[in-house]
């Protein structure tokens, strides 16, 4: 079974579309986030929840937004895509915030033409 | 600030030789410490982890150091393998989940 899921794992499209991202885990943790890793393979942190909370919001543009329905599940939207959004983003989870290992999902690798 | 730093940014080590990749952080406060691998188009996975009332962690072939003071901790792995050939990220969760740069590790057979 597998712990953090991503769908889809590939998402191609074009500049200007608006896209969403899922993202669940079966772990019963209770923290999840999201990463995006450019070309360089830089993973940088986007947001973080923490029980359905945000609790971390780094400095993306207000194009992304994420939604919580439930502890087990953050999706990510992203309206008007750009070039520059071209990346794999990953979906994580950990229980505890800070001080627990992080469980990734597979990636979803976005490519916009 | 929330640097992370890894050096080196790459090695090259013959297989069976040993490699050690440092993690340099800045938050004093820090005390989870992890490292993770990453392969060529997989996810980052968890190889080890120290917390802050322990100077190392060994499991088989991988250890992790760690220097509170210096605030630097350290993978060591031995004996490496073609298969050890990855992406290995340190990580700062304290520092609002900053992951370094990454080190590239090739073995050559």
């Known amino acids: 079974d597998t712990a953090v899921s991503q769908t889809p794992k590939y998402l191609v499209t074009q500049m200007g579309n608006d896209k969403s991202i899922k993202c669940e885990q079966n772990?019963?943790?209770?923290?999840m986030y999201w990463y995006k890793q450019d070309s360089k393979k830089f993973l940088k942190i986007m947001f973080s929840?923490?029980?359905?909370?945000?609790?971390i919001n780094e400095t993306v543009p207000n194009r992304f937004s994420p939604k919580s329905p439930d502890k087990a599940h953050l999706n990510l939207h992203i309206n008007s895509l750009e070039l520059g959004d071209s990346a794999v983003y990953f979906c994580?989870?950990?229980?505890?915030?800070?001080?627990?290992?992080?469980?990734f999902g597979d990636g979803t690798r976005l490519s916009i033409l | 600030g929330e640097n992370v730093e890894q050096h080196p940014s790459t090695l090259s080590v013959q297989e069976g030789d040993s490699a050690v990749i440092k993690c340099t952080y800045s938050?004093?406060?820090?005390?989870?410490f992890p490292w993770y691998k990453q392969e060529l188009g997989k996810r980052p996975q968890l190889i080890i982890d120290?917390?802050?009332?322990?100077g190392e962690k060994k499991d088989q072939r991988i250890a992790v150091t760690l220097n509170k003071t210096a605030k630097h901790f350290s993978l060591h792995i031995t004996e490496t393998q073609p298969e050890d050939s990855a992406v290995y990220f340190c990580?700062?969760?304290?520092?609002?989940?900053?992951f370094g740069p990454g080190t590239r590790l090739s073995v050559l057979p």
């Open positions: 994580a989870s950990s229980q505890g915030h800070q001080d627990q290992p992080q469980h």
């Open positions: 929840y923490n029980n359905k909370e945000l609790i």
């Open positions: 938050d004093s406060a820090s005390n989870y």
């Open positions: 990580a700062a969760p304290r520092q609002n989940f900053v």
């Open positions: 772990l019963g943790h209770d923290t």
């Open positions: 120290i917390r802050s009332n322990v």
